[in-house]
């Protein structure tokens, strides 16, 4: 049907009707914009691209809350990507974790390649952030010539009720060296 024949059958009017009566009973779509951070985000740092057999690499996960509202929780994974998982001479375990302080580094409540989230402590107020640093240790008896790298991915609870999540978020490689 034509616009004009709408019109005769009086659907015109009665369309903008609903949209209008639409509109006013639950507003206009929210429009995001491209420049909101999210709501919290999680960046990875290594204190070195390098490593020999034997030696160790700290590797800090800093999550950040953009939101007007505490964090409550936070639940995070971190798992090795693919190919470090292809390499097997690659010898390596988490071993030391701390929590930055205003004091200096606390000892985490846990290490291990799951549920990492209660080691960035109680709350994060908005605008601010924490950083959990792990020691990744390399077996003396590690191949070398190959890189370790690891994925994350988080969840996070927010004071209001509301809550993100993200990921993978990849930490920067460390190549293992021969000496």
Not at 50 to 67: A, E, F, Q, W
Not at 72 to 100: H, N, S
Request: net charge negative; proline share 8%.
């Amino acid at each position: 049907m034509r616009s004009t024949q709408l019109r005769r059958l009086g659907l015109a009017p009665a369309l903008a009707f609903v949209l209008a009566f639409a509109l006013a009973l639950f507003g206009p779509a929210p429009v995001a914009s491209a420049t909101d951070p999210a709501p919290a985000d999680l960046t990875f740092t290594t204190d070195s691209a390098t490593v020999l057999p034997g030696g160790t690499v700290n590797l800090s996960m800093t999550i950040t809350n953009h939101r007007t509202y505490d964090v409550w929780f936070v639940y995070q994974t971190i798992e090795p990507t693919w190919l470090t998982t292809q390499r097997p001479d690659l010898k390596y375990a988490f071993t030391g974790c701390t929590l930055a302080s205003a004091t200096g580094g606390v000892p985490c409540s846990g290490t291990g390649p799951t549920d990492l989230g209660p080691n960035y402590g109680s709350t994060i107020p908005p605008g601010e952030s924490r950083t959990v640093t792990l020691g990744l240790q390399v077996a003396a008896d590690s191949g070398c010539n190959g890189n370790i790298g690891f994925y994350s991915y988080y969840y996070a609870e927010f004071s209001d009720s509301t809550n993100t999540n993200g990921g993978p978020v990849y930490t920067p490689e460390a190549r293992v060296l021969c000496a």
